[in-house]
């Protein structure tokens, strides 16, 4: 792909309602038709799109899926394992990935959980605490690729406190995600964001013209300003930058 296309987002409150397109190659922001009146979209908060189907976690805690195409809206039950809103999601197809998140336990605003949904099988595979992240998080942004969950800042302990560490685990794929639960651990990078930020947007540009895998990390906010930053993260090398330049608006949470 040559566009990436950031949607809506939140900016001192109210919803933002802008879509901008970025072309990589010609390295230049447009403006396109904004959003429907009323329609709020947060990409860092919990959702991820598998086909036509949307999977997130709500703020009731609820773990749901809406289906486009039919305009239906599901509960999954059990919600999740571990009750939580705001995890990072991320799918390979079969299974979704749920990390971290702010839980329901009394002074606990986020968790190291990590959970696994099989997507055709409708159950919540059982992992262990050995499978957990190393540092509690929600609000972060994740990507996977090549059997290799990333999953970048969010916000810590302390409510809106942003955190700038980088985790990876290797999960594998299909059949042997579940073998591979016993020896799922997560990796705590030594490179770091440029700065601790919660509600980043990412998105992965594969197969780019000198033939890395990019995941590019836009937006956030650091527990005290909303933020135009754009970091680049080489999953090849696990090394990241910080790009030259910055997006036109402050803003977290825009869905890439």
């Known amino acids: 792909a040559e566009e990436i296309c950031l949607i809506g987002g939140q900016y001192n409150g109210p919803a933002k309602v802008e879509v901008m397109i970025y072309n990589i ?3 230049l922001f447009t403006t396109a038709d ?5 329609l709020r979209l947060y990409g860092a908060h919990g959702q991820i799109a598998v086909g036509d189907v949307i999977y997130f976690s709500n703020d009731d805690f609820l773990f749901q899926t809406y289906q486009i195409s039919s305009n239906s809206l599901t509960t999954i039950t059990p919600s999740s394992p571990t009750e939580i809103k705001h995890a990072c999601l991320v799918s390979d197809g079969e299974y979704v990935f749920a990390m971290g998140g702010q839980s329901t336990a009394s002074g606990q605003p986020c968790t190291v ?17 050995g499978n957990n992240l190393n540092v509690a998080r929600a609000v972060s942004a994740c990507q996977i690729h090549d059997g290799v969950i990333y999953i970048f800042g969010g916000y810590g302990p302390f409510w809106r406190t942003g955190l700038d560490s980088i985790e990876t685990l290797h999960v594998g794929s299909g059949s042997e995600i579940p073998n591979n639960l016993n020896s799922m651990t997560w990796t705590l990078l030594g490179t770091g964001l440029s700065r601790g930020k919660s509600g980043i947007a990412s998105v992965i540009c594969k197969d780019a013209p000198d033939d890395s895998n990019i995941i590019f990390l836009f937006g956030g906010h650091t527990g005290s300003q909303y933020v135009n930053d754009i970091e680049a993260f080489d999953t090849a090398t696990n090394s990241l930058g910080r790009l030259p330049f910055d997006m036109h ?8």
């Open 25 to 27: 190659r010609d390295d």
């Open 249 to 256: 608006h402050q803003r977290m949470s825009p869905l890439v």
């Open 34 to 38: 904004p959003l429907p009146a009323g």
């Open 113 to 129: 959980a990590f959970q696994i949904y099989h997507i055709s099988g409708g159950q919540w595979l059982s992992t262990s605490a």
